[in-house]
């Protein structure tokens, strides 16, 4: 009898250990992002990809009205036979090299290609960028690259007119403090239909986000 109560007496402790501990290492406060965070970030991420576009392209830089989508219209104002930032030969080779501000400090910059081959204003091109957060702070959040976000997209042109629907996806990753802290992944596709209509669906930090670009 007495090993039995010995044996019990140590379960016993096990258990309350168990739970004592199943606290152990963890906070209050959720580590994940907000819906509003989320959605906060990804409209920083394209807002610094619309300000790249109208910095290599000043054509896009003009006014435009305000039923304009600001997204759209940088994709639809690329013209690199008008840009100093492309190289025009056989094929076409574009740098990019941008940087946005973010409300609350810091930045996201943009850096990437744009090539591909036109003849007389039709043809494709392909964008690959890459989009890094530096103290990028917004919504009581500051991001940075974890290590960056990639954006991609294939554009067809004919007659010197974007042809829609566009569509861009990013991948990578960004890290976010103080709190909530931690590092996530960022998945969203960017869909142009129109010079009015573009729209944001997908992922960032697990919480879903949609809306407008």
């Known amino acids: 009898m007495f090993r039995i109560g010995r044996y019990l007496s140590s379960y016993v402790l ?6 004592v501990c199943a606290g152990c290492g963890s906070s209050n406060t959720s580590s994940n992002l907000s819906q509003a965070q989320a959605q906060a970030v990804s409209q920083q991420l394209v807002q610094a990809v619309e300000q790249a576009l109208n910095g290599a392209f000043t054509s896009t830089a003009e006014a435009k009205p305000s039923a304009h989508s600001p997204l759209a219209q940088a994709f639809a104002g690329i013209r690199p036979q008008d840009s100093p930032s492309c190289t025009i030969g056989p094929t076409i080779d574009c740098t990019i090299n941008g940087s946005a501000s973010c409300p609350q400090g810091g930045t996201v910059s943009v850096t990437g290609t744009i090539d591909g081959t036109l003849n007389n204003g039709s043809g494709s091109i392909d964008t690959t960028f890459t989009i890094t957060p530096t103290k990028c702070a917004l919504d009581s959040l500051v ?7 990639a954006l991609a997209s294939d554009l067809a042109f004919t007659n010197d007119a974007l042809d829609f629907p566009v569509t861009a996806t990013t991948s990578g990753g960004i890290s976010y403090g103080p709190n909530p802290s931690g590092s996530c992944t960022i998945n969203f596709s960017i869909t142009v239909n129109s010079t009015t209509s573009c729209s944001v669906t997908g992922s960032v930090c697990g919480q879903s986000v949609n809306g407008s670009c």
């Open 14 to 19: 096990i258990a309350v250990l168990a739970l």
């Open 143 to 149: 991001i940075n690259g974890d290590p960056s976000v």
